[in-house]
T-cell receptor, first 114, second 116 residues
């Protein structure tokens, strides 16, 4: 069966520090991978998605970047965090072929920038 | 344009009441998928249902039921005899492309609070 792992669960970082959030998927090959952000009490904002290794599409220009160094690994990064980066970050995956049967989400990372 | 509208920002009901969460979508595609997700306080999004555009049959799963009306572009979600554990944020979503390459569009969510 397929599983998605996202870590860390919570993170407190000072302004100006770097960020690296990792997401890995098991039990499937060539998944589509997604990073979403959810501000407190708000909806989901798609940040990045990837349909293959090294293929990253950005939905919203911002202080963040994403990389996919391996087929089932998706990393969200920042060189210098801003206070406005405080949010709940969710990784998700969907099958790389066939109709989209819906995303499966990770458990999320709650980032607080202080 | 593709869009999902959940007009109800917050709903609060007393336990055992029935509650309906509204979802209206916009798409020019003739084939598409609709989804509902639940986000409990823990934060993880839990998949509830997927419905394709060709299947307008209503679906019931225990206390949950979904009413898909293509004529009004609505995909409403009803919880019967609500329970405190139903308290969560519920998201309606649309996949307008009916393929693996398309991206799901989420509504803004409805926060449901069930009071004991």
């Amino acid at each position: 069966s397929q599983t998605i792992h996202q870590w860390p669960a919570t993170l407190v970082q000072p302004v100006g520090s770097p960020l690296s959030l990792e997401c890995t998927v098991e039990g499937t090959s060539n998944p589509n991978l997604y990073w979403y952000r959810q501000a407190a009490g708000r909806g989901l904002q798609l940040l990045f998605y990837s349909v293959g290794i090294g293929q990253i599409s950005s939905e919203v220009p911002q202080n963040l970047s994403a990389s996919r160094p391996q087929d089932r690994q998706f990393i969200l990064s920042s060189k210098k965090l801003l206070l406005s980066d405080s949010s709940f970050y969710l990784c998700a995956w969907s099958p790389g072929q066939g109709p989209n049967y819906g995303y499966t989400f990770g458990s999320g990372t709650r980032l607080t920038v202080v | 344009a593709q869009k999902v509208t959940q007009a109800q920002t917050e709903i609060s009901v007393v336990e055992k009441e029935d509650v309906t969460l509204d979802c209206v979508y916009e798409t020019r595609d003739t084939t598409y998928y609709l989804f509902w997700y639940k986000q409990p306080p823990s934060g993880e999004l839990v998949f509830l249902i997927r419905r394709n555009s060709f299947d307008e049959q209503n679906e019931i799963s225990g206390r949950y039921s979904w009413n898909f009306q293509k004529s009004t572009s609505s995909f409403n979600f009803t919880i019967t005899a609500s329970q405190v554990v139903d308290s969560a944020v519920y998201f309606c979503a649309l996949d307008p492309g009916y393929s693996s390459a398309s991206k799901i569009i989420f509504g803004s969510g409805t926060r449901l609070s069930i009071r004991p």
